[in-house]
């Protein structure tokens, strides 16, 4: 046996290099970028969110403007990823392109893919993409985790007057935007949009009514509990449009199956759920407490997760409710008083902030800014921005209470934040919310997430008095 | 507009179901199957990583005879990941089928990806090899963890030689044993298995002594130093190997600047990576301690796997330099008596936890027991069995003492784990490492793993005694 005979089997393995290594190069990028934006958000005393969002706007369009490669083709993740359905099934990546992107935009990126490092580039989109869509999934079980069924009971009436005008008037307006200013998005778009402008992400308002101090106040109760309404309402929202889209039809009859479908995945979830978490408790006592914890939350909010979207919901309502249904109180075998527990949401945490910063980070490269040269983008993006402030003012209105009461309510559910970017992300993956319109969405929720501190503060700040006094005759 | 209209677009855009769904199902039935197979390890008292590695060789083949689809292409992970690269670069599937895999099979797997599902399937496997990765480098970071520069100095003569022998013994017959074999691997294949033979997984062996309480006596004193040592004589083999496949010459100068070129890596990282914590720590004191944990040991531990990639390194040689240079010490800034802390081994577990045994099945699935209906390949199997017992147990001499004590030193050097399972991945990404080859090293694995606790209990029942009484004179 020659040497060169051997090489020659070796020269062709040179070029199988580690396929991690480019993976971890875009991840780590992505990370990096999410945590100056997060410090930078800490420093001006921003939601980290937003920091994390701009500096994925940010890496994006200046990246891909100066033609880094890597951008270019992580800016058309979503694409890439239909792409990859559909190519396979015909093994032609060119048709797939052009079904994906249309005749004018597939040849760039198919330039891209078919260069050296095409294949590279494939990976990384597909691990960004897979790494985010996890991080939603996290962050919708983190959300299930803080939701308490027996708190619903304690919610008071003013924040169910508040969760419902606050989900339904946006919707309405909502839809409205989208019909007057994006008419050829045809019934979907205007739907989704609408669910979208629903949504609301409370952590926000929390953190600064914690840091006025005002976390106990009578708003601050309402906000909260409305809050937990808001986020079953709208996950109800978007089951309801994610099925209208999904079977293509408006007939009633659809919807009401859909409506039962998620009624009895639910129930299910509800009834059957604790005896699931029982068993695998009992199943695995051998392991230690934090194995234990670790593999049966996680199995369990991904199997709700993958059986919600074979039932045709959006994979997060079964991650939400698996959020809910488990519990650590469930962990009894483990209790002891001179062990160290871990909770639930502890073991989760490094988790969630490695996978939700990058969800964060890539929705903003994913916003195109060039977008927003054309007029109706713009106009629909300042629409879609008073459509969401208005909706979530008249929502204050669900209040019994003086005015300044009423408009610290309505400022305080305005932040979209994660949830509407979770909206928006689905309504993308399902096609019905073009590149242009997600550009717009996002802006919407930069703008709702920006303004509501200032705003909250300086409502605080001129009514503060008058407010303090008035709380104890408002409970 | 009429409503037909709407719902053409919606019509297409029912098939854009969401791409997660698939993904989660694949990488949660294998969790599963990592979960049976642990809990099963720990009802038979045999290591955990032996439970996974056979639940997944059991499902692998099972559901591959039985014609699982998802389960075919899981099994062909390694060659659509090749393939996806080559595909791209040209577009053409086919074309890098019958590259990476050859004429013959090549269409059976072509078949599967043409089909409806093939897309889904992609999407899939790449997500798991990218999560069984993105495990081995968690795995490399946490036994860099483990592993204290301060311990070094303070092993004995003893350790070093077992260490040294117990590389370079089971290096060499482990190349023979290839050469005479499997004599059409080529060279790169002989240092590859030589290389894997050399390494050593001491968590199994410490398990046991601990079982027997016998961590403190003078043999498991060797072994865990040896165990030190032998990780990093392992890793540094591993550069050279690799680095002679990777240039594809037996040039004593390239193999020259390979060592050169990764004392470089080792020593720039160990003189700059201390500052560059620092400087992250510095930059992150807004954040709370959970979060700058996390964030800079995963950023640190990424760039350096990244940057070993670069130079011609394998990504976890530098994970593990990663894990030696971070330490609980070096946040100061959190440091308080009252607040929880978290230690970073604690924070990266449930990340582990849910990592690595996606790898360790992955390894199993990818075993292809029919592999073994060839003489040859049964004969290769056997001989690297011997090969890895014999070099281990020749290591055992290194010990200054009876021979009681040098068998018990060579059988708790003898599992492979873990770190001979990364190993032999690491070969077949590199294309030198064939899937029969790969089906040998992992029953090799798997034997030696397997007859570790049994071997070492039987030596303390027979001896224990006479070792008791010997202990204080050996030290």
Redesign the interface.
């Known amino acids: 046996?020659s040497?060169n005979?051997?090489?020659s089997?070796?020269?062709?393995?040179?070029s199988?290099?580690?396929?991690?290594?480019p993976?971890?190069?875009g991840?780590?990028l992505i990370?990096?970028a999410a945590?100056i934006g997060?410090?930078l958000a800490?420093?001006t005393q921003q939601p980290s969110v937003l920091g994390e969002l701009l500096m994925g706007l940010l890496l994006g369009n200046v990246l891909a403007w100066s033609g880094y490669e890597l951008m270019l083709v992580l800016r058309e993740g979503a694409a890439v990823?239909?792409m990859?359905?559909?190519?396979?099934?015909?093994?032609d990546?060119?048709a797939a392109a052009r079904l994906v992107l249309g005749e004018e935009r597939a040849p760039a990126l198919?330039e891209l893919?078919?260069?050296?490092q095409?294949?590279?580039?494939?990976?990384v989109v597909?691990?960004v993409?897979?790494f985010s869509?996890?991080g939603v999934?996290f962050l919708l079980f983190h959300v299930g985790l803080e939701t308490c069924v027996s708190d619903l009971r304690n919610v008071g009436a003013d924040s169910i007057r508040v969760a419902l005008i606050g989900v339904l008037a946006p919707f309405a307006l909502g839809l409205l935007t989208s019909w007057l200013f994006s008419?050829?998005g045809?019934?979907?778009q205007h739907l989704f949009l609408g669910a979208t402008l629903g949504a609301t992400s409370i952590g926000i308002t929390a953190r600064v009514l914690q840091d006025l101090k005002k976390g106990q106040s009578g708003e601050a109760r309402i906000i909260l509990g409305a809050a937990v309404i808001d986020d079953i309402l709208g996950l109800i929202m978007l089951a309801i449009v994610t099925s209208i889209?999904?079977?293509?039809?408006?007939q009633l009859s659809e919807i009401g199956r859909t409506i039962a479908l998620a009624t009895l995945f639910i129930a299910a979830a509800l009834a059957l759920g604790p005896y699931v978490i029982r068993f695998l408790i009992c199943?695995?006592r051998?392991?230690d407490e934090?194995?234990a914890k670790?593999?049966i939350s996680?199995?369990f909010a991904?199997?709700l997760?993958?059986a919600a979207?074979?039932v045709g919901l959006?994979?997060i309502i079964g991650a939400f409710a698996a959020g809910v249904l488990v519990m650590d109180d469930q962990f009894k075998p483990w209790q002891c008083d001179t062990c160290r527990k871990y909770s639930i949401k502890e073991?989760?945490?490094?988790?969630e902030?490695?996978l939700v910063p990058i969800f964060f980070v890539l929705m903003g490269i994913q916003v195109k800014l060039e977008a927003f040269l054309d007029l109706q983008v713009i106009l629909l993006a300042l629409g879609l921005i008073v459509a969401a402030v208005a909706g979530k003012l008249v929502a204050g209105l669900g209040v019994r209470g003086r005015g300044l009461q009423r408009l610290v309510v309505g400022v305080g559910m305005l932040p979209r934040g994660e949830v509407g970017l979770v909206f928006a992300s689905?309504g993308r993956?399902?096609?019905?919310i073009s590149t242009e319109v997600f550009s717009a969405v996002v802006l919407m929720v930069i703008v709702t997430t920006f303004a509501t501190p200032p705003l909250l503060r300086s409502l605080f700040r001129n009514g503060g008095q008058l407010q303090d006094s008035e709380t104890p005759v408002a409970h």
Chains 1, 2 share one sequence.
């Open positions: 046996m040497a005979g051997d090489f089997a070796v020269a062709t393995a040179a199988h290099s580690d396929p991690i290594a993976v971890i190069f991840v780590t990370l990096v945590l997060r410090h800490r420093r990823m239909d990859t359905k559909a190519a396979l099934s015909g093994l990546w060119p198919l893919l078919k260069g050296p095409g294949g590279e580039y494939l990976l597909h691990a993409d897979v869509r996890y999934i008419p050829n045809g019934y979907a889209i999904v079977t293509g039809t408006l199943m695995l051998h392991f934090m194995e670790i593999f996680f199995v991904m199997t997760a993958w979207s074979l959006a994979a073991l989760f945490a490094p988790i902030a490695i689905i993956s399902l096609g019905v």
